[in-house]
């Protein structure tokens, strides 16, 4: 009875650690809910403007950046850990999303062989089928299959526990990668801001076609783009200065007004304020030019255009040709998961509690998987909608549940009036967003802290611009792991004082004809062949040689290679009558070397009592060594009288300071 209690115990347990939202929601309180209903409200004015804008990004219709908003926060609030990350459509994702989905149609014509009108219409919004007009647009059914492929190995990855396998992708790979595809993307809306269409994606083609086109842009796109750049930056700097007096207020335990709360509210959902605003323009605008309910892109400003109303119904992805998909579903599943968990655990450390980084994997994963059965592209944490969650007082991750309602109606009810969004504004809502995740700084911190690392931000940074998203990061994460192994093949050993270390020793004064030789970090198979070299050589370097102490205080572990390069190097030593010891191993290191034929005295506790055993056998040894090179120079007539009594008063000497030290 006993053995069945503690096994439904241990299930339940289980299940609870696999579904976190049967840990908080018995707890659940009614104050619980009034802060989640207004995080998630005001997480959701962000997000449906954003996913509208990063769709343009991913090169799929904008209905699809609202089909990739909804159902993941319903997923993640029952799967995930964190209460402040709020999953959704992402800049990273979608332009990863683009620079491995989008595939070239020479013409509409050829568009309307494979696709659907509504996609034609999207990738063509004036209609134009010049096949020199070719278009780079994302197929949907790309985007979803690269969800689901993503979502796989995502929750692939959280199930067996593998999420080690990104560390392996360093900081400075991640923050070169992270700056370049904000400039990429900044500076891909650029001609959405000028009103200039049949621009390519990759960054050096966009750059050099801009300028080449930059003749033919379109004024009031210009005039609506700034006005919308500088009214989203203005209404960041009011949620600032609201805060800041909010703050002041709570801390004085004074009333805040709510004018000062209605300031507030504004600048954290300033997206949704530009869009609203721009479009009432743009309204006004198409109200007096019947053209531009004609045709979006002929209006004096350009417009979004028609969006499919509705919610979209479940259906399965469509397995095409994805042979071509399968590295960029690995990068995306590996970029997104970094952003989440580095997201989840900057804010849990921030609000005082802890993620479960395998149970993210499991959530992310989860939410890309059933996502995909709706229509959506790849999908991760955000980071500027995580921190308007946290700043709104989220209390847990049930305010998901209230933005994707927010989408849910959006896309029910408010899809028609989405026709008059600017294109202009969403690309001000972008680049407004992405040009913070520029940091240059970075750079700075590691010339003056760590140079070699500056290599692999570079590497990123300069390939990710000029090559594309996964071979950048797949040179960079190349590179990094050079230098990581690099630095396991040459960890820093070398000779050292003999008075200095982690133990105490005798003074190096006192003791001729010894060297401690300090291994730097763990002696494994990449450094193996150095470290018998660098052992094998102190005999050529120095001629008054007797005996090698090996510092292993710095080692953590030993592979069978490390050890027979030590056997070898001892063995090369021996042959030179030089003795060497070894001392201030760990258990596992000094299990290991107790093993090797060659380590007949087993590892010192200590580098002071392997010099005092040294000390103590080399005047025996001396003697030895005296006796033959005298009989030696004595058969060869090279000396008068006594050979053997001249050398051993020479040695006498010696001898006596090595007793010294006991």
């Given amino acids: 009875t006993t053995k069945t209690a503690t096994g439904m115990e241990q299930v339940g347990k289980f299940i609870k650690d696999r579904i976190p939202l049967l840990k908080w929601l018995p707890q659940y309180k009614l104050e619980y809910a009034k802060r989640d209903f207004i995080a998630g409200l005001t997480v959701g004015l962000m997000v449906v403007p954003q996913s509208l804008a990063y769709a343009t990004i991913a090169r799929v219709p904008p209905q699809y950046g609202l089909y990739s908003a909804f159902m993941c926060v319903f997923v993640y609030c029952l799967l995930g850990s964190a209460k402040d990350i709020t999953v959704g459509p992402t800049a990273i994702m979608s332009l990863m999303v683009a620079s491995n989905g989008a595939i070239s149609i020479a013409t509409k014509a050829d568009c309307l062989d494979e696709f659907s009108t509504d996609f034609c219409d999207f990738c063509w919004p004036d209609g134009k089928s010049d096949p020199t007009m070719a278009q780079s647009c994302t197929p949907p059914s790309r985007a979803v299959l690269l969800c689901l492929l993503a979502g796989l190995l995502q929750f692939g990855l959280g199930i067996f526990k593998l999420g080690f396998v990104v560390d392996f992708i360093s900081y400075p790979v991640i923050s070169g990668f992270t700056s370049a595809a ?12 000028l009103g200039l269409s049949h621009i390519p994606r990759p960054f050096l083609q966009c750059v050099h076609e801009t300028f080449a086109h930059i003749g033919e842009s379109k004024k009031f796109d210009i005039i609506m783009g700034i006005a919308c750049i500088g009214l989203t930056l203005l209404l960041n700097e009011c949620k600032k200065w609201a805060t800041k007096k909010i703050d002041g207020n709570e801390k004085a335990q004074r009333a805040t007004p709510l004018w000062l709360n209605v300031v507030w509210m504004m600048g954290t959902a300033r997206n949704a304020v530009v869009v609203i605003v721009a479009a009432l323009i743009s309204y006004g605008v198409a109200m007096h030019n019947h053209v531009c309910r004609e ?8 417009l979004t255009g028609k969006i499919e109303p509705g919610l979209p119904s479940p259906e399965t992805p469509s397995f095409g040709p994805a042979h071509d998909l399968i590295v960029a579903a690995v990068v995306i599943a590996l970029i997104g998961i970094l952003e989440s968990i580095a997201i989840g655990k900057a804010f849990a450390r921030k609000n005082g509690y802890e993620i479960d980084a395998s149970q993210e994997f499991i959530a992310l994963g989860s939410a890309n998987i059933i996502s995909c059965f709706f229509r959506s592209y790849p999908v991760t944490g955000s ?6 969650n946290s700043v709104s007082g989220v209390a847990t991750p049930l305010a998901g549940v209230v933005t994707g309602s927010l989408v849910m109606i959006a896309l029910s009810f408010m899809t028609g009036l989405f026709f008059y969004i600017p294109k202009t504004g969403l690309a001000a809502i972008i680049i407004a967003a992405v040009l913070t995740m520029v940091n240059f700084q970075i750079a700075r911190d590691m010339w003056h802290r760590s140079k070699p690392d500056l290599l692999p931000w570079l590497t990123s940074f300069v390939c990710v611009l000029c090559l594309g998203i996964e071979y950048g990061v797949a040179a960079a994460v190349g590179l990094s792991i050079l230098i990581l192994l690099y630095k396991q093949a040459r960890p820093g050993h070398g000779l050292v004082d003999k008075g200095v270390g982690s133990s ?7 003791v001729e004809g010894i060297v401690v030789y300090r291994l730097g970090g763990n002696v494994v198979f990449p450094g193996a062949a150095f470290l018998k070299d660098e052992l094998s050589a102190l005999s050529k370097s120095d001629t008054s040689l007797l005996a090698v102490i090996v510092d292993f205080s710095a080692v953590d572990t030993i592979d069978f290679t ?13 042959e030179k009558d030089i003795h060497m010891y070894c001392a201030e191993a760990n258990p596992q290191v000094d299990g290991v070397l107790n093993k090797c034929p060659l380590i007949i005295r087993g590892t010192f506790p200590t580098v002071a009592a392997a010099l005092r055993q040294a000390a103590n056998e ?27 009594q001249r050398l051993l008063d020479h040695m006498g000497g010696q001898s006596k300071s090595y007793m010294a030290v006991n």
């Fill in 618 to 644: 080399i005047p025996t040894r001396n003697t030895i060594r005296v006796s033959q090179q005298a009989d030696a120079m004595g058969a060869a007539g090279e000396v008068d009288g006594d050979p053997k």
């Fill in 295 to 302: 045709s979006p892109s002929g209006c004096p400003i350009t």
């Fill in 562 to 574: 490390g050890s027979q390069a030590v056997q070898d190097a001892h063995a090369f030593l021996l």
């Fill in 504 to 510: 105490p020793r005798p003074p190096s004064d006192d």
């Fill in 182 to 193: 904000a400039i990429t993307i900044a500076f891909g809306q650029v001609k959405h801001i």
């Fill in 383 to 388: 980071f500027s909608r995580t921190a308007v």
